[in-house]
């Protein structure tokens, strides 16, 4: 149905999309038959080596088992929907079949409709329907690049975390904790504390070890041992490592080590936060009065790992990420057929619905989607077929570490016929394919009888 | 018949408001100027959106292999002077890629060529030749539109490899022709019908022989079909991987199978697969600029392959 339909959105969508020969075709030439097959010999030989008869022996290769040699029966189609494999493959298929084409879809109306209210909507629909050109080959190259984990690679990743860092702000301090001897200990969660309350009066020392010298802040300054002042607490806080040296004097502020700036201290009595205070780049701190007789703790917060973004090739994340690459090349092909769809839609209808009060929501809604409906059926069914046939973009971006997670029909056919020689299972999956594009093959043959017969 | 299908450059004609906008209040034209600026936003973040990935492709080709290893491409806004041309020449010394490229070229054009011509014969029988059961056939050549290539690959792999074309260029060739044929025929047998039929009866009765006919009538007069069967055939068979992946080995493999086999080391090799990309999409992209009409045709009518 698609080709034919589709054909018909042109310019001139009154104009019968397959044109209707001459009512009598007679040969014009009075051929004789002969050179009739002549001419149509080549295709015929052709096609009937290189499609039809495949078909008829896949569907006859697939009742034989591995070797050929033995009947097999059903077994390879049973094994469709009981090998683990070719389960998950069956499994992501309808993921793409549902997902892939709706969301390209859904992308290319909502574009097409948009471009016609700005002048350089040309330009845009070039953008966008560019990577249609290109083979899906580059396309998956162009995608292993833009999913690298590494954020300070993969675009994606640079941009997810850009957008993490700003809403949820990220630690200085990931790996420190406390050395030996330390009068911290961990609390749980990440957090650490110390084993003894503090009094009024006194200065307290938070030593940490673990920061890389290269991860420590820019503000960090060489750390200060605290000035005791009465009716309230100090402190120091400090990297308490000496490069060479070992640790320096354990538990004592050396002039050769770096205070940690920012890192937060919380007064804690009883379970609640009485004060807190942060270290300025030398380390210290001053806690007011409130925390006297209080352990003082160094919340989790401080110490969170930085995040780094998602695992876009991860088995979770893969086939989402491929069905992104995937809208990426093909939204733009619905976006056109789309787009030359709407030019045939009455300019009037949409008016005379404006004059009558209708937002351009309603508009949207009530008057242009009804109207494109038999174009979206045709993109949707089109691109539907194509998604059954996915494999170069599954094949190429997903990982061999995820790729038995990204697994799909047409690529499991492919390790199966011809990385692990199994073609009797290979030739279900194929016959399998055919039949789920056989209604597709029926409507385009129904639909065209009636218009070649006229 | 859909050669003159919408060019991208279609907008539709301005949408009359004139009228409407007459009667609408300053706050609903306000609003509408408002939205306005939101649509133009809106797309222009999608746009950028949409080239981003080419850019970056483009971005990590031209920079050493070393600075890629180390960080982002978008670090070149900041150190232009990272730019450089050397990945492409090294590739270019790099023998499986060129001789892959011409891999790729020795595929695509006689592909390509074929199918217009085979196509082109069994469409003009099918649009003007008078046999038992035409229709039947034609119909039956549509229904295989839709076979999925993936039914064929391991029939034609063992049929080729019987007659020994399997590995070879002209295996790759023939696969590409048969399944470019039941869209090739398609089309042009639709086109071919809506030739006048004055003008063929005019040649014949100039004494012109069916061949001649074909040749010198209804080739010319079908170029726009052709163009767009041409270029959509062309850009099937150069950017295809599968196929090659199949039926060629590694003395006949185009640049997309040769860049395939790289992917394994991904991650050490960008200085190959990026500029080996960016190589293998330049001959598609000219394409598609030169002909965008033609390409966007052959892409409405073969919405189906």
Known sequence: MASATAAGTGPSPEGPPVPVAPKSRRSVTGTRRTVAALFLLPALVLLGALVVYPIGYSLIRSFYDQSGDAFAGFDNYEALFTDDGIR???????????????????????????????????????????????????????????????????????????????????SAFPKAHPGRQSPLEPAGGGAFVTKQPVALGETVVLPLVGVAPDRMPDGAKQAAPAEPEDGRITGTTWQDFTRGKGSGTPGGVDSTELGYPGMRIEAVKDGEVVASATAAGDGTFTLPAEADGALLRLPADNFKEPYNGLDWLGPSLVTPAVIGSYVWMWAGFAMVLIAAGLAGVPRELLEAARVDGASEWQVFRRVTVPLLAPVLAVVVVTLMINVLKVFDLVFIIAPGSSQDDANVLALELYRKGFASDQPGIASAIAVFLLLLVIPVMWFNVRRLRREVRR | MTTDAEPLATTAPPAPERTARAKQSLGSRLAEAASGG???????????????????????????????AASGWWEVFTKPSQLTFESYGELLKNGDITSSLLNTVAITVPATVLVVVVGALAGYAFAWMDFPGRDWWFLAVVGLLVVPVQVALIPVAELFGKIGLFGSVVGVILFHVGFGLPFAVFLLRNFFAEIPRELLEAARLDGAGELRLFARVVMPLGGPAIASLGIFQFLWVWNDMLVALIFSDSGSQPITVALQTQMRQFGNNIDVLAPGAFISMVIPLAVFFAFQRQFVSGVMAGAVK
């Open chain 1, 88 to 170: 998950t493959a069956l499994k992501n298929n309808v993921v793409w079949v549902v997902f892939a084409p709706t969301v390209a879809t859904a992308l290319g109306l909502i574009f097409a409709v948009l471009t016609e209210r700005v002048r350089w909507g040309t330009a845009f629909k070039l953008v966008v329907f560019m990577p249609m050109a290109i083979s899906m080959l580059a396309a998956g190259i162009i995608f292993r690049l833009v999913y690298d984990q590494d954020p300070d690679k993969g675009v994606a990743n640079a941009v997810w975390v850009g957008v993490h860092d700003t809403f949820a702000e990220s």
């Open chain 2, 38 to 68: 939101l649509v133009r936003v809106f797309l222009m973040v999608v746009g950028l959106f949409w080239l981003v990935p080419t850019i970056g492709l483009l971005l990590s080709s031209l920079r050493p292999s070393q600075d890629v």
